[in-house]
């Protein structure tokens, strides 16, 4: 088999697999900080059931995500030596940024969250959430940021055939970086409301006896859902504008794509520079899935009449529709990665002078390797969420009282 090819699979793979438990942990924490923020103002203990509930499914994926980012930054040190020493110097500076933000910042804020329960007060503790959230939302700004440069690249020279940052404000103000940073934000608070709506969906429909606790988390994650979706078609559609602008080839041929192709053919040489028709399908899709999810505007009567819930098909469309905006993320990554082809970054490096100059033996054996770690991964992650789901809001671990140790009797006093 072809190497570039395999080596593009395996980083499909990791990827992907990697994005959807990002997903899953951005969505979740933006629930959290609102569930513990109104525990700790209203002092209502239902929200503290919740918080610890919730959050401890949020600790499950973010803990198993961990591992799969770093299986994603070894494929990317192993398989594309030629993107890191062309544009590593551009490219790695938000990734840089991110890792400190995401690896220091979010994991020492969410440490002492974890084990701060019932030791700090709880403003402190709650400052504690408040700042693992913003830090998550800051780690996916920078790598938004340098996926964007990837998508156009701006801010940078060639020097000795090595592109060099000449300016950082550039970055952060890329064409490409606005609305698909919006896109990804409101895509992950979707997979949160619609996660957290059909738990409690399944635990509404089994009859358990926090009936409730949970009718108030369905509510939060259909408002959630809801809202999420809408801004979802938002961000998605007004990014046909800039995308036309920045990458003509990407969805069409017209003129400028063609005057563009033209000037690639005479630097690079004769190719095939127009995208894979597997970025259109996935768009397609895309969409599709997006109007279908906008329907859950019609299920928010749950939200005020308890009779409809007990009616149960409301709560199994609700149920079946949670594979929807995984698929529809995937989809969009798709769309956006497979569409800048034949380029790790659009007109200025080709894939297949990214690649690391590696036998297809070997990158076969390392895409198998990866995508079975990976499948493991995903696997038991998907397995303890069920497991933990199941088991319902009655004493979950996280946030659990300790133990009173227990005081020895003390032996009568002898009778004189």
Same mark, same amino acid.
């Given at each position: 088999?072809?190497?570039?090819?395999?080596?593009?699979?395996?980083?499909?793979?990791?990827?992907?697999?990697?994005?959807?438990?990002?997903?899953?942990?951005?969505?979740?924490?933006?629930?959290?900080?609102?569930?513990?923020?109104?525990?700790?103002?209203?002092?209502?203990?239902?929200?503290?059931?919740?918080?610890?509930?919730?959050?401890?499914?949020?600790?499950?994926?973010?803990?198993?995500?961990?591992?799969?980012?770093?299986?994603?930054?070894?494929?990317?040190?192993? #398989?594309? /030596?030629?993107?890191?020493?062309?544009?590593?110097? !551009?490219?790695? $500076?938000? =990734?840089?940024?991110?890792? &400190?933000? %995401?690896?220091?910042?979010?994991?020492?804020?969410?440490?002492?969250?974890?084990?701060?329960?019932?030791?700090?007060?709880?403003?402190?503790?709650?400052?504690?959430?408040?700042?693992?959230?913003?830090?998550?939302?800051?780690?996916?700004?920078?790598?938004?940021?340098?996926?964007?440069?990837?998508?156009?690249?701006?801010?940078?020279?060639?020097?000795?055939?090595?592109?060099?940052?000449?300016?950082?404000?550039?970055?952060?103000? #890329?064409? /490409?970086?606005?609305?698909?940073?919006?896109?990804? !934000?409101?895509? $992950?608070? =979707?997979?949160?409301?619609? &996660?957290? %709506?059909?738990?409690?969906?399944?635990?509404?429909?089994?009859?358990?006896?926090?009936?409730?606790?949970?009718?108030?988390?369905?509510?939060?994650?259909?408002?959630?859902?809801?809202?999420?979706?809408?801004?979802?078609?938002?961000?998605?559609?007004?990014?046909?504008?800039?995308?036309?602008?920045?990458?003509?080839?990407?969805?069409?041929?017209?003129?400028?794509?063609?005057?563009?192709?033209?000037?690639?053919?005479?630097?690079?040489?004769?190719?095939?520079?127009?995208?894979?028709?597997?970025?259109?399908?996935?768009?397609?899709?895309?969409?599709?899935?997006?109007?279908?999810?906008?329907?859950?505007?019609?299920?928010?009567?749950?939200?005020?009449?308890?009779?409809?819930?007990?009616?149960?098909?409301?709560?199994?469309?609700?149920?079946?529709?949670?594979?929807?905006?995984?698929?529809?993320?995937?989809?969009?990554?798709?769309?956006?990665?497979?569409?800048?082809?034949?380029?790790?970054?659009?007109?200025?490096?080709?894939?297949?002078?990214?690649?690391?100059?590696?036998?297809?033996?070997?990158?076969?054996?390392?895409?198998?390797?990866?995508?079975?770690?990976?499948?493991?991964?995903?696997?038991?992650?998907?397995?303890?969420?069920?497991?933990?789901?199941?088991?319902?809001?009655?004493?979950?671990?996280?946030?659990?009282?300790?133990?009173?140790?227990?005081?020895?009797?003390?032996?009568?006093?002898?009778?004189?």
């Amino acid at each position: 088999m072809d190497t570039l090819l395999l080596a593009r699979l395996q980083f499909a793979t990791t990827t992907s697999i990697h994005f959807l438990f990002v997903v899953v942990t951005l969505g979740l924490v933006t629930l959290l900080v609102g569930m513990q923020t109104a525990w700790v103002v209203t002092g209502n203990p239902t929200w503290e059931r919740l918080t610890r509930f919730w959050g401890q499914l949020y600790v499950i994926n973010y803990v198993l995500g961990i591992a799969t980012g770093i299986v994603m930054e070894f494929q990317f040190g192993l #398989n594309w /030596s030629g993107l890191s020493r062309y544009v590593g110097n !551009v490219f790695g $500076a938000p =990734l840089a940024i991110e890792t &400190l933000v %995401a690896f220091f910042l979010e994991s020492t804020f969410l440490g002492m969250w974890i084990f701060g329960w019932h030791r700090l007060r709880k403003g402190v503790h709650l400052a504690l959430l408040w700042g693992v959230a913003l830090t998550a939302y800051a780690s996916a700004f920078w790598i938004m940021v340098a996926n964007s440069w990837l998508q156009h690249p701006v801010g940078y020279e060639v020097r000795d055939g090595i592109a060099h940052l000449t300016d950082f404000g550039a970055l952060l103000t #890329n064409p /490409s970086l606005g609305m698909a940073f919006g896109h990804v !934000v409101s895509a $992950a608070l =979707l997979v949160g409301g619609m &996660l957290m %709506a059909a738990i409690s969906a399944w635990h509404l429909i089994r009859r358990t006896p926090d009936f409730a606790l949970f009718r108030t988390s369905l509510r939060i994650g259909l408002v959630t859902a809801a809202v999420a979706i809408t801004l979802v078609q938002g961000f998605g559609f007004a990014q046909f504008g800039p995308v036309g602008a920045v990458q003509p080839t990407k969805f069409g041929q017209g003129p400028e794509a063609q005057a563009l192709i033209a000037e690639w053919t005479v630097r690079f040489g004769p190719g095939d520079y127009t995208p894979p028709v597997l970025a259109s399908v996935g768009l397609g899709f895309m969409i599709l899935i997006g109007f279908t999810l906008g329907c859950v505007w019609f299920l928010l009567p749950l939200l005020y009449r308890d009779w409809i819930i007990r009616l149960r098909f409301p709560l199994w469309l609700v149920l079946l529709a949670l594979p929807l905006p995984f698929v529809a993320v995937i989809l969009g990554w798709i769309s956006r990665e497979v569409g800048r082809q034949p380029w790790v970054a659009y007109g200025l490096l080709p894939t297949e002078q990214a690649v690391s100059p590696v036998g297809a033996p070997v990158m076969l054996a390392s895409l198998i390797g990866f995508s079975l770690l990976l499948g493991t991964l995903a696997v038991t992650n998907w397995v303890l969420l069920a497991r933990h789901a199941a088991r319902g809001a009655g004493d979950p671990p996280l946030g659990r009282p300790p133990a009173v140790p227990h005081e020895p009797s003390q032996p009568e006093p002898a009778l004189a």
